[in-house]
DNA sequence: GTTTAACCCTGCACGC
DNA sequence: TGCGTGCAGGGTTAAA
């Protein structure tokens, strides 16, 4: 889940939790589950954090969904590939994989969900939070207001890595994964080797503008959602933006603005899409 | 500093 | 049909 499907969720996070208070709280007994809260000891103590709060308000830093509960503790929440938040209740049967089920005093629940167990969550005082070593790594997010074009543009000539490496490090900037990389790369006639120091100031602005507008198109679109359907929101619907993607998944197919077909290339160990013609 | 590979985990598509 | 392989929206770590 990259940076649109994680703000999808937490808007409609927003809209269904906040204001619950946490009446149960249910770690599954496998080893994935606690896997999953693996930054606590105990289940009890991953639940103590909990139960008995209620939810205040949300926040998206980078990939990780911030839920503060009253009392001051924050429910941190990263959903890695698979893992995801599912608004059901009591009389709903399990998904498999289901790790973690918090049952709210006003009725219904909200259960993570995640097969590869590759995503994770903890809960952790105001005080604590500033010591989370990958908190602390979060780097600037694409949608601040304080991303501004020189200033990317700084941050890019710091740099001498390959970008689509460089897009995809969250300590660098943080919400892009293999998805928008490869899109935001296309819309900007950028190739994933270019050198980040060698671009023009008019490829960083093309890369700017793309990286805003392909994440709040992807956000208005409710996110991406391949066809094993592995992304799906707080209420199990799938998203749209799948229909926008211009490189994402299409090896060989002709490129959409100039017919020469979609290749792709390894960049750690992730596959890459890119236009040889569009993009240089 | 940057790059590479292995690793964490399950499910699915594919080729033999 | 069954089995092995490789790949999938994430990230970390160690070593080169």
Redesign the pocket.
């Known amino acids: 889940?990259?940076l649109p499907?994680v703000e999808v969720m937490r808007r409609d996070l927003e809209r269904d939790v906040v204001g619950k208070k946490i009446k149960d709280v249910e770690v599954k007994g496998s080893k994935?589950a606690m896997?999953v809260i693996r930054r606590h000891k105990t289940r009890k103590d991953f639940a103590a954090g909990l139960a008995g709060h209620k939810v205040m308000k949300t926040e998206r830093r980078?990939?990780y969904v911030l839920l503060s509960l009253d009392g001051g503790e924050v429910w941190v929440v990263h959903f890695?590939?698979?893992g995801r938040f599912t608004r059901a209740n009591g009389r709903i049967a399990l998904a498999?994989?289901t790790h973690v089920i918090v049952t709210f005093q006003q009725g219904g629940d909200l259960r993570f969900v995640d097969?590869?167990?590759?995503g994770e969550m903890f809960v952790a005082s105001t005080d604590e939070l500033g010591k989370v070593k990958?908190l602390q790594?979060i780097a600037i997010d694409p949608l601040d207001q304080v991303f501004t074009w020189p200033t990317f543009q700084y941050l890019l000539a710091q740099?001498?890595?390959?970008m689509k490496?460089l897009m995809?490090d969250?300590k660098f900037i943080s919400g892009l994964?293999?998805?928008y990389s490869d899109e935001v790369l296309f819309a900007a006639g950028i190739r994933y080797d270019r050198m980040s120091d060698s671009l023009s100031s008019q490829e960083v602005r093309r890369l700017y503008r793309a990286i805003q507008e392909i994440l709040q198109d992807a956000i208005k679109a409710r996110?991406?959602?391949?066809e094993?359907?592995?992304?799906l929101d707080l209420f199990g619907k799938p998203g749209e933006y799948q229909n926008e993607l211009k490189v994402y998944g299409r090896e060989g197919l002709p490129c959409r603005r100039c017919r020469t077909p979609i290749r792709t290339v390894k960049v750690?160990?992730?596959?890459s899409y890119f236009c040889p013609q569009c993009q240089s």
């Open positions: 889940m990259e499907e994935n896997r980078g990939k890695g590939m698979s498999p994989h097969p590869r167990s590759f990958e790594h740099r001498a890595t390959k490496q995809m969250q994964g293999n998805i996110g991406t959602t391949l094993d359907e592995a992304y750690q160990q992730r596959t």
